[in-house]
């Protein structure tokens, strides 16, 4: 098991850009492949970007590729999520989540999860 806990969100105008931190606990983050998701109101919680447990392999939705970048450093136990050229439609409370092994980008498929982050883009 390992404990998370993200920082970093914040107001943001369209266009501009934030850098997620998720912070975790324990010596065996390293063997964890990270996930970032996130939920708007009214909505189910959706994959955004994933990064296996070497960072060798990574992962994105269709609506970020290009715009977000995840990555980590295992030496800091932490997994970070770049986000440019930020749009409305991002707003959201974004959540970091861990699994030690990977099969699907859902959210189901991952076991641990922090409390999240909310991030707002105005227009």
């Known amino acids: 098991q390992v404990q998370l806990v993200e920082s970093g969100g914040g107001l943001v105008q369209a266009g501009g850009s934030l850098r997620l931190s998720c912070a975790a606990s324990?010596?065996?983050?390293?063997?964890?492949?990270m996930g970032w998701f996130r939920q708007a109101p009214g909505k189910e919680r959706e994959f955004v970007a994933a990064?296996?447990?070497?960072?060798?392999?990574?992962y994105y939705a269709d609506s970020v590729k290009g715009r977000f970048t995840i990555s980590r450093d295992n030496a800091k136990n932490t997994v970070y999520l770049q986000m440019n050229s930020l749009k409305p439609e991002d707003t959201a409370v974004y959540y970091c989540?861990?699994?030690?092994?990977?099969?699907?980008?859902?959210?189901?498929?991952?076991?641990?999860w922090g409390q999240g982050t909310q991030v707002t883009v105005s227009s």
């Open positions: 989540a861990a699994v030690l092994e990977l099969s699907e980008v859902v959210a189901g498929s991952f076991t641990d």
């Open positions: 990064i296996s447990w070497s960072g060798g392999s990574t």
């Open positions: 324990g010596r065996t983050f390293s063997s964890y492949a």
